[in-house]
């Protein structure tokens, strides 16, 4: 555990912090004085906090002056200022302010299972950012888990086969089967759809009266781009049908084919992925998890590559809000890299 950082350390106000984990994983950095405002605060310290962002992977702001979606873009933008729109969506989402969203709007009683964000797509954000509005009277944390924890524990020969095939993901949107292409491409131009597939290397078809199926090669693994580690990175334990429970996933096999389906993850080169070696990523990734329940005002931020999240069950109201930066456009399937061991 770090000693209270005051004084020469941090600018703009003392704070205590401390690692959540002692990997060193999740640094807690915690106000001092109350109505400190933290996009004032992150801006006298935007290179220092970086450094500790590669460092920890996470860094988690509590007890700083955060009063809603509009102080929260702030805060997000004193590290970044262009945040990202979500583009090639996996789940709903709202917008709520200038591109503040919603976290994923799923059923309250259900796991969202650990991922980073949105690296089944050509590209990706570099950096999440999260605040707590309403905390959840019971359940609803955001866990975390570190690559440098995980990647090791994959088997060399797992690790080895997806780094040369990659993961191809099959999706089929539909109001009736998944979300609709309309909520994923943020348009009801079919040309625009069919021109940021091919932009984006996506094979594309459209099927039945108004559904789209489209097909991806994308990387299993991820080097970052500033210290050099290579990273587990891919959604294959998250789209893999074997993560729907067993019921739903019997019926939908049966009745619409393993690329008929809503989302379904495969080797690069057609081949399917064993249920065990997509559980065993789910497995390594819970073990390793980190978690800190929310409290109103904090503000979580999580280098994408680094460190995967997830979302527990809840009960009772709950607002979680998000933010992007940093665009990482991924060039192809890299080569192996050092590892985040």
């Known amino acids: 555990m770090t000693a209270p950082a005051t004084g020469p350390a941090f600018a703009g106000g003392p704070v205590s912090t401390a690692p959540v984990d002692p990997e060193p994983f999740l640094l807690r950095i915690e106000a001092a004085e109350p109505g400190t405002g933290l996009d004032r605060w992150i801006h006298a310290n935007r290179d220092r906090l970086t450094e500790q962002l590669d460092r920890h992977g996470a860094l988690l702001f509590r007890g700083f002056a955060v009063d809603g979606p509009e102080s929260f873009g702030a805060a997000a933008r004193a590290f970044a200022p262009e945040l990202l729109d979500y583009m090639e969506r996996a789940a709903p989402r ?16 259900q796991w969202i299972p650990f991922h980073h964000e949105m690296s089944y797509a050509h590209n990706w954000p570099s950096r999440l950012y999260f605040y707590c509005d309403i905390p959840a009277p019971v359940g609803g944390a955001t866990p975390l888990a570190s690559e440098r924890t995980v990647y090791p524990r994959i088997p060399a020969a797992l690790r080895e086969r997806f780094q040369r095939h990659g993961v191809s993901y099959v999706r089929n949107y539909s109001p009736g089967l998944d979300i609709p292409w309309q909520e994923v491409f943020q348009t009801t131009d079919r040309a625009e759809v069919e021109a940021y597939c091919r ?13 789209l199926r489209t097909r991806t090669v994308r990387q299993a693994v991820a080097r970052h781009p500033r210290t050099g580690e290579t990273v587990w990175f891919n959604h294959a334990h998250l789209f893999h049908i074997s993560g729907l429970p067993a019921e739903a996933a019997a019926y939908l096999l049966d009745e619409y084919g393993p690329e008929g389906v809503p989302r379904n993850a495969f080797y690069g080169d057609g081949t399917p992925i064993d249920d065990e070696d997509v559980e065993l990523i789910r497995t390594l990734y819970r073990e390793a998890s980190v978690s800190v329940p929310w409290q109103h005002g904090d503000v979580l931020v999580v280098d994408n590559f680094l460190a995967t999240h997830a979302r527990e069950p809840f009960r009772g109201d709950r607002r979680i809000l998000v933010a992007m930066s940093g665009l990482h456009v991924n060039h192809g399937l890299p080569a192996a890299g050092t590892s985040a061991a």
């Open 94 to 109: 709202t917008e709520v302010a200038d591109k503040v969203f919603t976290s994923t709007e799923l059923s309250e009683d």
């Open 199 to 211: 932009a984006s290397r996506t094979e594309f078809a459209w099927t039945g009266d108004d559904g």
